[in-house]
């Protein structure tokens, strides 16, 4: 089967536009030419094998430590890994990783909400502190000053809290920083005053926690020069150590090579002094003959 268009027929082994010949490339195709199982590319039936060797070899994954077949992990690390970064928190402004982007915004303790008894903005981290200190003074103020407190039921405060998730054990997590802040409490920003200045630490904490991600930063890079330079010393010992043992190994060459030299020139001289005779060749005088170590002469036929 093929599919025809108006510049030829497309192969569906190989499913490449075949403009003339078809049934012979057919024949050819089939017989030679078959399509990787994984990547969808044609090859010679006699080179699958190293294509799928050295193009499809797993690797793992420097992130998450997935074995990825190498042909398409540049596609995972984009858009599969799950430690890969999606994006910046919007509350602290650190980088949020695919697994975990959702619970850190729902648990961000940079998260701001109003407080329940005071209707004061207080970020989440802080509310603890609030409602044990500064809660208490503004409830005792509004009272003086006459301003209407916001009353809440207990029916208003429980879906809210549990919307939220407050509580000791889902403040202890990782992205908050007190010790727990209790049910139905929100977020802690003082309100304006008359004549005095707004309180409001977001500043200060963006900037705390741009010191420390740099600080952390900081520290990785440095761990990271600290094994690049332990890895340099290696293969510079390694190299001096190589190079010793060339060093010694040319040494012991020479060292041959004379005493090859030397014995040369100490049994030339010898010759020429007259201490080691020389042989020439001649004809062989006697011969012990194969029966009962009969003796023949030299110029007898053996």
Known sequence: MSTSTGEGQICENCRQLIKVNFSAHELFCRRNIALCPKCEKPFQKNELKSHDEQIHKILNCKKCGEGIDSYFLSRH????????????????????????????????????????????????????????????????????????????????????????????????????SDSGNRLGEKIWEEPKQDGKQQHDQSDDIKAKMRARYEQEKEQEKKRFDELVEKQKQKLEEMEQLEKERLEREKSQLNEDEDYMKQSAELRKARIQAGTIPTRKPGPITHVYGPIGGQVLGGNENI
Not at 152 to 169: D, F, L, Q, R, V
Request: hydrophobic residues 25%; aromatic residues 4%; glycine residues 4%.
């Open 77 to 176: 690390k984009s858009d599969e890994c799950s430690q890969r970064i999606v994006g910046i928190c919007p509350y602290c402004e650190i980088e949020l990783i695919s697994s975990t982007s959702e619970s850190h915004k729902e648990e961000c303790g940079s998260r701001i909400r109003e407080c329940l008894k005071c209707g004061s903005r207080v970020r989440v981290r802080d509310m603890e502190k609030h409602v044990q200190s500064n809660c208490r003074d503004l409830i005792y103020q509004k009272k003086i000053e006459n301003i209407p407190i916001k009353e809440t039921s207990k029916s208003e405060t429980k879906p809210e809290a549990k919307k939220i998730g407050w509580g000791e054990e889902s403040f202890n997590r990782a992205f908050a």
